[in-house]
């Protein structure tokens, strides 16, 4: 291995993707950058052919089953340690190369000592407030949006953000901190953060890195103004309050208080009535998902 940072790419039905992702970072080669990683579920193959033909060294994995966003991070962070690469930058196969905005991360991950994880300040638009700088809380449906961002400092400490393009150290893999890859699918970033935190590992924001428009909305109508909420398929909702329930049984109050979790049940159904299609079938998922938490369900639900 030649660099210190391994490049982790999550891959689901997602072919041309992540394809046009290694064009770009091939294109534009980050002097740090050690081993590209590549994790699939269910996966074509296409993805491995077509770096083979053009002469890229991508580690392939192509899993025998579909490991939702949860198993597939909770790989690439496996892989990434054993490839030896001190760092781990996580993308998604809708992220966007940028070789200066990992030159940022790297240099805030640096500036002190035990730093887990480095995000990018994430653009929401055209949802407004437009700017994300992380979560200061473990509360899952509270976000520090804000619409202008702060001048002057380039990072501040955090609680938990999206996994999307996060800079994640490997060494707390060492010390058994590790991604919940039974959650399946959402909330497995705040899994993670809470387990770093408990652990004594910073999260650094880092206001100069930007993450452009990776988050799909839909506009509705409501009260005769026009909103912007999250087009998210109808079984997103039965992970939605299972997952926020694994993680409190895991990790306790200390990680998600009960608060929260009621919190985010009543946000969560008054929504689903106010804002989303087929309203019966997500109000039916998210109540059977919170009875799965309860008694300890976790991995890859009935749905999808």
């Given at each position: 291995?030649?660099?210190?940072?391994?490049?982790?790419?999550?891959?689901?039905?997602?072919?041309?993707?992540?394809?046009?992702?290694?064009?770009?970072?091939?294109?534009?080669?980050?002097?740090?950058?050690?081993?590209?990683?590549?994790?699939?579920?269910?996966?074509?193959?296409?993805?491995?052919?077509?770096?083979?033909?053009?002469?890229?060294?991508?580690?392939?994995?192509?899993?025998?089953?579909?490991?939702?966003?949860?198993?597939?991070?909770?790989?690439?962070?496996?892989?990434?340690?054993?490839a030896g690469a001190e760092w781990c930058l996580c993308m998604n196969h809708d992220a966007n190369w940028d070789a200066d905005r990992l030159?940022?991360?790297?240099?805030?991950?640096?500036?002190?000592?035990?730093?887990?994880?480095?995000?990018?300040?994430?653009?929401?638009?055209?949802?407004?407030?437009?700017?994300?700088?992380?979560?200061?809380?473990?509360?899952?449906?509270?976000?520090?949006?804000?619409?202008?961002?702060?001048a002057g400092d380039t990072g501040a400490e955090v609680l938990w953000s999206s996994s999307n393009s996060a800079l994640y150290a490997t060494?707390?893999?060492?010390?058994?901190?590790?991604?919940?890859?039974?959650?399946?699918?959402?909330?497995?970033?705040?899994?993670?953060?809470?387990?770093?935190?408990?652990?004594?590992?910073?999260?650094?924001?880092?206001?100069?890195?930007?993450?452009?428009?990776?988050?799909?909305?839909?506009?509705?109508?409501?009260?005769?103004?026009?909103?912007?909420?999250?087009?998210?398929?109808?079984?997103?909702?039965?992970?939605?309050?299972?997952?926020l329930i694994l993680i409190r049984r895991r990790y306790g109050a200390r990680g998600i208080p009960l608060s929260s979790i009621f919190g985010?049940?009543?946000?969560?159904?008054?929504?689903?009535?106010?804002?989303?299609?087929?309203?019966?079938?997500?109000?039916?998922?998210?109540?059977?998902?919170?009875?799965?938490?309860?008694?300890?369900?976790?991995?890859?639900?009935?749905?999808?």
């Open positions: 291995m030649t660099g210190s940072v391994a490049i982790a790419i999550s891959a689901f039905r997602s072919d041309a993707q992540v394809i046009a992702l290694l064009e770009a970072l091939h294109a534009e080669p980050h002097p740090e950058a050690g081993p590209v990683i590549v994790v699939d579920s269910l996966g074509s193959g296409e993805i491995a052919t077509t770096a083979s033909a053009r002469g890229w060294v991508v580690h392939y994995e192509n899993a025998d089953t579909n490991l939702g966003s949860a198993g597939n991070l909770a790989r690439r962070m496996e892989l990434a340690a054993q030159t940022a991360m790297l240099s805030l991950a640096r500036s002190r000592a035990r730093v887990g994880a480095v995000y990018p300040v994430l653009d929401h638009s055209p949802r407004e407030p437009r700017w994300e700088e992380g979560r200061r809380r473990f509360t899952p449906y509270v976000s520090t949006r804000v619409s202008t961002l702060p060494r707390p893999l060492a010390e058994g901190i590790a991604v919940m890859g039974d959650l399946w699918m959402g909330y497995e970033d705040l899994g993670y953060g809470i387990a770093l935190h408990r652990g004594g590992w910073a999260q650094l924001v880092c206001r100069a890195a930007i993450l452009g428009r990776v988050f799909d909305y839909g506009s509705r109508r409501i009260l005769g103004r026009e909103v912007q909420v999250p087009e998210k398929p109808v079984w997103y909702a039965y992970y939605n309050l299972r997952n985010k049940l009543l946000h969560s159904s008054f929504r689903i009535m106010l804002f989303e299609k087929n309203k019966a079938t997500r109000l039916h998922m998210l109540y059977l998902g919170a009875i799965a938490g309860l008694i300890g369900r976790s991995g890859k639900g009935p749905w999808p």
